[in-house]
């Protein structure tokens, strides 16, 4: 069974830093393509960045509202996948989900993100 | 930047009634176009893929159709678990969201 398993959440000032972690599990997460995706409260679904897998080069991709700010690591040898998340402003606030795959076949139950002062 | 519309924002039917959500690119997505189910206080979870495809477990009274800009979702006959919010999305190396489809109980 594939799980995958969001952690790192909590509550963060204006301005600062924050690192999510996502443990999968079921699956082998060294041939996954893994991505990061965030819901404010009462919004739509938000894509935050991928991390291609290391066979298909391992490169990152994020749109412009996190480009510069979010980082996407992943490290195989503990099937866990990273969002670092600096500069953090109140508009990044949400549920933050990992989800599998080119097509987002599986997701992770999600950690809050608060940032305020 | 390609960017998804989904109409219409809310839609109020009753159980057993056919459901058709509407999606629509801004420039061509070819047929990389899923759509994904999301409840109250959970995960979203993926309905179809590749416009068309089912994913695995998804009851065959879900359908995807279209291709290039215009897609659309069917549900054939809704059953009461069927009402929550969908969202279709491009799945070629860009992954932007449409604002979603509310499906409420008439």
């Known amino acids: 069974e594939v799980q995958l398993v969001e952690s790192g959440g909590g509550l963060v000032k204006p301005g600062g830093s924050l690192r999510l972690s996502c443990a999968g599990s079921?699956?082998?997460?060294?041939?996954?393509?893994m991505n990061w995706v965030r819901q404010a409260p009462g919004k739509g679904l938000e894509w935050v960045g991928r991390?291609?897998?290391?066979?298909?080069?391992?490169?990152?991709d994020y749109p412009a509202p996190v480009k510069g700010r979010f980082t996407i690591s992943r490290d195989d040898s503990k099937n866990t996948v990273y969002l670092q998340m600096n500069s953090l402003k109140t508009e990044d606030t949400a549920i933050y989900y990992c989800?599998?795959?080119?097509?987002?076949?599986?997701w992770g139950q999600g950690t809050l993100i608060t940032v305020s002062s | 930047e390609i960017v998804l519309t989904q109409s219409p924002a809310t839609l109020s039917l009753s159980p057993g009634e056919r459901a058709t959500l509407s999606c629509r690119a801004s420039?061509?997505?070819?047929?990389?176009l899923a759509w994904y189910q999301q409840k109250p206080g959970q995960a979203p979870r993926l309905l179809i893929s590749?416009?068309?495809n089912r994913a695995t477990g998804i009851p065959a009274r879900f359908s995807g159709s279209g291709s290039g800009t215009d897609f659309t979702l069917t549900i054939s006959s809704l059953e009461p678990e069927d009402f929550a919010v969908y969202y279709c999305?491009?799945?070629?190396?860009?992954?932007?969201f449409g604002q979603g489809t509310k499906l409420e109980i008439k």
């Open positions: 999305q491009q799945h070629s190396d860009w992954y932007p």
């Open positions: 420039q061509s997505v070819s047929s990389y």
């Open positions: 590749y416009a068309s």
């Open positions: 079921g699956f082998t997460f060294s041939n996954a393509w």
């Open positions: 991390i291609k897998s290391k066979p298909n080069g391992g490169t990152t």
């Open positions: 989800a599998t795959g080119a097509v987002f076949d599986y």
